[in-house]
């Protein structure tokens, strides 16, 4: 597994940083206009971790980090710094989303139900670079629920190019045909190929969505999204993440995935414990 646990010293560093700004919206403000992270740069211990795990996202996809703990996106937004990357906002001078997952509604990011292996972005013209997600709530049925998988592209595409015709045409499926993606709220359909070199952009629901709109029935896609995902879970490992764990993944070389999740009623049936999360997204890495 690449994972890494912050020791309490380097832990009190960035709670050092982290609990300089009174608010998220403070900590946001000051990542978009310079490095969150600048005081912990004289810290030998800090610097090592920014190595370690650059080495893991660039050689295995992801890394999860553990021994932090949830402060609404502060020390995210510090370890997210790591990626020299610049921070995308998903409204002016918002960066950390929130998602708490619900049995009440179907949207994707915050369903019970299990997920598919996906990147994120997929439709835009230049996904994110990566994606950072801290756990604030552990699922309460933790370890049945809410298993998380990366896979990472290489792994991926060997794993397919190593079994039988149907796993074939899933791996010309990616790296071969050209292909669409939409969803719900896009009035654009992106068009090309999964996998363009060491990268790839790919989401189930968006190909189905594409598929539906533009009348194309697939007959084989349902066959290949399950062969992708039957590959993806042979060459991943399964994790979990409990409050302060922070997974960093790379959105162009890895495919992240989750499990279903549970709920817990206090009072049926607007009160319940589950699973909740901070997530944000990097842009390409500064030059
Ligand atoms: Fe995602």
């Known amino acids: 597994m690449p994972e890494v646990l912050i020791d309490r010293s380097l832990k009190a560093a960035i709670d050092g940083v982290a609990g300089t700004f009174a608010t998220v919206d403070d900590a946001e403000t000051l990542a978009l206009q310079s490095d969150i992270a600048a005081p912990?740069?004289?810290?030998?211990?800090?610097?090592?971790?920014?190595?370690?795990?650059?080495?893991?996202?660039?050689?295995r996809g992801y890394v999860v980090v553990r021994g932090l703990e949830p402060d609404e996106g502060r020390s995210l937004l510090v370890l997210a710094s790591v990626l020299k990357a610049t921070f995308d906002t998903y409204k002016p001078g918002k960066i950390v989303k929130h998602f708490r997952m619900s049995p009440w509604t179907t949207e994707l990011s915050h369903?019970?139900?299990?997920?598919?292996?996906?990147?994120?972005?997929?439709?835009?013209?230049?996904?994110?670079?990566a994606t950072a997600m801290q756990c604030e709530h552990e699922d309460p049925g933790a370890p049945e629920y809410a298993e998380q998988r990366v896979v990472f592209l290489p792994d991926l595409l060997e794993r397919l190019g190593s079994l039988d015709r149907i796993d074939t045409d899933a791996l010309c499926f990616?790296?071969?045909?050209?292909?669409?993606?939409?969803?719900?709220?896009?009035?654009?359909?992106?068009?090309?190929?999964?996998?363009?070199?060491?990268?790839?952009?790919?989401?189930?629901?968006?190909?189905?969505?594409?598929?539906?709109?533009?009348?194309?029935?697939r007959p084989n896609l349902e066959s290949i999204i399950a062969s992708i995902h039957r590959a993806a879970l042979d060459a991943s490992t399964p994790f979990h993440t409990g409050p302060g764990d922070t997974v960093l993944v790379s959105n162009r070389t890895a495919l992240h995935y989750r499990g279903a999740c549970s709920v817990r009623f206090v009072r049926f049936p607007a009160e319940f414990e589950s699973r909740s999360l901070y997530v944000l997204h990097m842009k390409d890495p500064v030059v």
């Open 174 to 217: 990616l790296t071969e045909e050209e292909v669409a993606m939409t969803h719900e709220r896009a009035a654009a359909v992106w068009r090309g190929r999964l996998v363009q070199g060491d990268t790839i952009r790919y989401h189930p629901h968006s190909l189905r969505m594409a598929d539906m709109r533009l009348g194309l029935a």
């Open 40 to 59: 912990l740069r004289a810290h030998p211990q800090w610097l090592m971790l920014c190595r370690t795990l650059s080495s893991f996202i660039d050689d």
């Open 111 to 129: 369903t019970t139900r299990a997920g598919d292996f996906h990147t994120d972005g997929n439709i835009s013209t230049t996904p994110p670079f």
